[in-house]
């Protein structure tokens, strides 16, 4: 209402203030922002925590015991023999490694699908957030509608498609249909609006730059942590996908891990399928390790990045 | 006709110049491979699953077309609509509980009061790397009285509890495995979301003497509202293509989960159990459809709320 003048001359008398302000806030600011921690609130957030972990616990100490001690002992204690190693050895080692084909596909699947999607949703991104050109708008607007389609809709059309096409039982159909992450367009959209000074790019062109070396020499680094952050969520969907698999593969020479997994557990209910529940929950736990180390190691990227992308809502 | 001017006149125009004009196209150089793929795994399927939906394969005659008939048999489907049926009740009550516990850790975070804030936000988080058939075969065992926590509490305390994987249960039970593995996931959401809530309205709520209740109910959530109604969205879309749970736990339950158990596990089996990719196809399309509506109308009245 004061100063309808400095909304039009927008960001410069907006940042004005900004700056000052630490300066005179800084001796107050500490007093009432550091509230007093709380153990009761501790304690009750700690109840979800412990339903949070309680299962990853429990698949940890059952892969420790032997099909007669699944059933024998409590859940979430040992059992008296350790049968961790050998649950592991034969894991990898059941139907002529098997375990270690699906281990492979998943990962052909994590490295192509998912590094394709996020280079793509890197390239859109920084061509929505830094370039006017012809069309953008519905562009934008068709991929963002495209959000709402339930993927399982789509599938079963995918599905007869690919088959005239001669794709189904192959690994084409599990990573072409993962190269596309409306989500990751999104967010790298977001990001590259506030981390590509256009600027930047402008002083690469004058000094001579083309447009691929601009993006890959002066773009792209800057845009490293949201690639990560797109990279880590890609890669989840594509290691936990489930759907795309059961419907697109039938041999399971080409099955990753999640469709190997629920084969081994379907093989107790079949006439004459041997039960193999303590393989089926050691190769879950094997299964879950490596994502969940990706998780805790790179943290730092994906919350600035999960950050920036809820700014801009 | 200023625009065909030639490009001697480069630094003269400051408002368009023509360089800029030459680089129109160079975006569509960036986003094109996006844009091709997204062609081939999005639009034409769509575009493909109407036209099946037009059409009827029949074993006399083979395939014709039938126009609107198996939108009609869709609508009349009871099938169907049990399936919807039961999926508007998973949605009634699974997300509202979802979203509830994750914007109560999301709070509890924010307010600095934890002690241990980020081992509490990443172990909150970490279900989320589980794929759906772990988490499923996983609480599917713990459910189960063979091996599972069930059976050992009812042995140790010598009491009987419901089996989770009767048919009464294994709906609140698919809901609790859905709730554990994506809590943490809205949670940071609307974390991330709070945390660029700008403090000075905080001190100034303070000094204003409002206590913690008012600030979370005055600032915190108007603040975040665009987060809490993306969430709800992504939420709804979720629970209206339940797939991957009800089809693991299939094998472990089933006497309570049948192969038209969710309206996505029926379009699958009409599929590939039945062969009726035609009728198939329709149902998935009347899904979409519905999908979008409910997200749409959530999406406005989200927005409308105190806008």
Redesign the interface.
Known sequence: MTGPTATTTAPRPATKPHTA?PRL?APR?QA????????L??V???V??L???V??L??LI?ATKTQEG???S???WFDGDFALWDNISETFTYQDGVFVRWLLNTLLYVVVGAGGATF??V??G???A???????RG?FA??IG?V??????????????FSKLGLTDTPWAII??S??SPFG?YLMWVFATEAVPTELMEAARIDGAG?LRT?FQVALPLLAPGTVTVLLFTT?AT??N??LP??MLKDPDWYP???G??AW??Q??TAGGEAV?NL??TG?LV??VP??A???LL?KYW?SG??A???K? | MTTLQPPVAAGRRPSRPPW?RA?????????G???A??A???????A??VY?SLFRDRLIGGTTFVGLDNYQQALKDDQFWAALERVALFLAVQVPIMLG?ALL?AL??D??????KD??R??????????????S???G??YGS????VG?IND?LGVSLPDPLSPDLVLASIGNIVT?EF??YNM??FY??L??VP??L??AA?IDGAGQWRVITAIKLPAIR??LV?AT?FSI?GS??L??EP??LQ?LA?NAITTDYTP?YY??SL??SGQQ?NY??TV??V??VI??IV??VVQLRGMRKGA
């Open positions: 302000a806030r600011r009432p922002s550091r509230p007093r921690r709380s153990v609130l501790t009750l957030t700690g979800f925590v339903y949070s972990l299962p990853l429990w698949l059952s699944l059933a024998g409590f859940g979430l793509l949703a390239l859109g920084y061509a929505l830094k370039f006017d050109f012809p069309g953008r562009v068709v991929v495209a709402a389609v339930p993927t399982t809709a789509l599938a079963v059309p995918t599905f007869l498609m072409v249909p190269l596309i367009l447009e993006f989840v290691w936990n489930y759907f059961l419907i891990l999640t469709l997994l629920d557990n379907k107790a209910s529940f089926v929950i879950s299964t879950i994502l969940i990706a998780f805790l943290q919350r999960l950050a992308g809820s700014v809502e | 800029r680089r129109a196209w160079t975006g569509w150089g960036f986003i491979p996006f844009v793929v997204f081939l795994v999005f639009l034409a399927p769509l493909y699953s099946l516990i850790v509890a975070l307010s600095g009061r934890l002690y241990g081992f509490f990443i172990s909150i988080f970490l279900p989320y790397a589980v794929p759906a058939v772990v988490a075969l996983m609480w065992f713990m063979r091996f599972g926590l050992d140790g554990w809590v943490g940071l959401i991330s979301a945390r660029v403090h000075s905080y001190e303070q665009g987060a993306i969205i879309i209206f293509q797939f991957n089809a693991i094998k089933p996505n379009t699958y599929s590939f990719h198939s196809a998935a399309i899904m979409g999908t979008m997200a749409y």
